[in-house]
């Protein structure tokens, strides 16, 4: 405890209130009496003890609970309203405060059947701490008359403590301030953003500015992505974006290119848009070896290009890019370019193509300041609560709920839910490990598929390789551990190649981070980004791809096309001061006739 004049922190040697004998009644008005939110600046909850508490005394209920809930946002909880207690006169004369952990939800609430949505998580599991204050009628001042800190819970880190609702509050004049923006047509975003820039930023609450944020978060895939539009100097950005353990895009690194050479994709080399469409079926399609050699082959005869050297390569890397032959690679989803598309509308939130260097570094520092703070919000959606249990796999559903964050889960019980469709017909021993079909119910002609066990380590592998791919096991193996009576889920495949593909992004990120720095002896031209001051000027613009010859050497040549008037054919001159133009009416039109 530190020595801090404007803290008021009581003696602990006052076991309780009446042995306070040496304190004076004056001294006790103004050490211990809170009539306003002001006095809680001057106290250190977080070196209160349960007898400290008891000495406080408040103006009104709502201020004895504004006290318990600042308490409990120091101690890592908030804190909740509970029951009453009226006197003979029917005035209140008693409350409780308790945990939001307190109670348990009412099991009618558990078994509902008639659901349109997911119900909110599970968050009272019978805490027993709580915080009672009654009202003393002679001085009209709540006391406290009882109090317990035995949680049953552990306490959320500071980082999170600021997401309850109780904790998230806003005053009059920041309401008046947003009321006034929507009026004027702003847009929520903007107000949200405007909200934070004011708090500090998202960077306050993150405490966190190192470059190595988010390696230390886990980042399950990885992907590179230079599709997003280019700004004004017509450099585009270049982003590594991964998958985290909320199944949420985020961002380790991003850079502009100065200099893009041509792209090598199925556009530009083959100009043909059905050519691309069919060539996304091939490249998506889950087939068999056999069945996508016999797609392929379709394809390539349909467009008559057997002779075409790039589309010859393009096979020969077949491996890297077609499903049927990354089947069984971990990708966490990361398979198409819907992730890369939603996070350019993101990005476009924020950064404008006009923006110039400097204020794109603003922007788009402040786009990943958001990303970051939605992945702490997430970790709280996942520690805050339990989901509700709704498949009839309760004891696999538990374990899962427990084994994975909040947003994996819900991708997970769509699973659990298959699962009740698929049965184990048969098993066979093989030297290595046990092999069980498993197949639809429903189906006559139903697909086989093949699960094997090894017993010794209890390791599953499904013919189908979604746990390889994504993570997370499929249904066929879920039937087959409510078949071994197994209520524990086997543990997801990991990518020994992750921290290889970590050093790759990190050497690519160097590249581009001292590409532009000129080597000894060479100069910087004047438009190439230093002044005189050492500072940084924008680039000079690139050629833009496809420009023709209007660009030479970075300036403009603008032919325009001569304008003629549209009655006499000739120029200098339009229709409205045409010499020939005739009378208004018919007569006029007859002359125009006549002359061409």
Not at 124 to 147: I, M, S, Y
């Amino acid at each position: 405890m530190g020595e801090n004049v404007e803290s008021i922190i009581p003696s602990h040697e006052h076991e309780d209130h009446d042995s306070n004998e040496n304190l004076s009644d004056d001294e006790d008005i103004d050490v211990f009496k809170i009539d306003d939110e002001i006095d809680f600046k001057r106290i250190e909850f977080v070196s209160l003890s349960e007898s400290d508490l008891k000495l406080y005394h408040f103006s009104s209920r709502k201020m004895a609970f504004e006290f318990y809930n600042a308490y409990a946002e120091k101690r890592g909880f908030a804190g909740r309203k509970w029951n009453t207690v009226k006197n003979i006169q029917g005035v209140v004369s008693q409350q409780t405060f308790v945990c939001y952990k307190q109670g348990y939800r009412l099991d009618k609430h558990l078994k509902r059947t008639d659901r349109k949505k997911e119900p909110r998580a599970m968050t009272r599991f019978g805490c027993d701490a709580f915080f009672r204050v009654w009202l003393l009628t002679d001085t009209g001042r709540w006391h406290v008359k009882a109090l317990s800190n035995d949680h049953s819970h552990e306490m959320l880190a500071p980082q999170f403590v600021g997401m309850f609702p109780a904790h998230r509050k806003m005053d009059e004049c920041e309401l008046m301030q947003m009321n006034t923006m929507r009026d004027a047509g702003i847009g929520v975003t903007q107000i949200y953003g405007l909200v934070v820039n004011q708090s500090g930023g998202y960077e306050r609450k993150l405490q966190s500015r190192d470059s190595n944020m988010f390696w230390r978060h886990t980042v399950d895939a990885e992907a590179f992505d230079a599709t997003y539009r280019r700004n004004k100097y017509m450099c585009p950005l270049v982003v590594f974006a991964g998958v985290n353990h909320h199944n949420q895009t985020i961002v380790f690194g991003s850079g502009l290119i100065a200099n893009e050479t041509e792209e090598t994709n199925a556009t530009s080399n083959i100009s043909n848009p059905r050519f691309t469409s069919k060539f996304r079926w091939c490249m998506l399609g889950d087939y068999d070896v056999a069945r996508f050699r016999s797609k392929w082959d379709e394809l390539v005869s349909e467009f008559d290009l057997h002779g075409n050297q790039w589309v010859r390569d393009l096979y020969e890397k077949r491996k890297m890019w077609a499903t049927t032959h990354i089947r069984g690679n971990f990708f966490a989803g990361f398979r198409t370019t819907s992730r890369c598309e939603g996070m350019h509308s993101q990005v476009g939130r924020y950064v404008h193509y006009r923006n110039n260097l400097t204020e794109f570094l603003k922007h788009f520092s402040r786009y990943l300041a958001y990303i970051r703070q939605r992945d702490v919000e997430a970790d709280f959606e996942s520690i805050i609560g339990d989901p509700v249990l709704q498949t009839t796999f309760e004891a696999i559903e538990r374990d899962a709920a427990k084994f994975y964050t909040g947003k994996v889960f819900l991708l997970f019980r769509p699973v659990l839910e298959r699962a009740s469709g698929v049965k184990v017909v048969s098993c066979e021993q093989t030297p290595n490990c046990l092999r069980y079909v498993v197949t639809s119910k429903r189906s006559r002609q139903a697909r086989q598929w093949f699960v094997s066990v090894e017993p010794s380590a209890l390791e599953f592998k499904c013919s189908c390789l979604q746990m390889e791919s994504m993570g997370i096991p499929c249904e066929h193996i879920v039937v087959l551990l409510h078949y071994l009576e197994i209520n524990e889920l086997p543990a997801g495949r990991s990518d020994p190649n992750l921290d290889l593909s970590k050093e790759v992004v990190r050497e690519l990120l160097s590249k581009l981070r001292y590409s532009c720095i000129p080597s000894v002896g060479e100069t910087l031209n004047e438009n190439d980004g230093a002044d005189e001051d050492g500072g940084v000027r924008d680039p000079a613009r690139v050629r833009t791809k496809g420009c023709g010859s209007r660009h030479t050497n970075g300036s403009v040549k603008v032919t325009r096309r001569t304008t003629c008037c549209s009655i006499c054919q000739r120029p200098g001159h339009n229709k409205k001061t045409c010499p020939r133009r005739g009378a208004e009416g018919n007569g006029g039109t007859s002359t125009i006739m006549e002359e061409g």
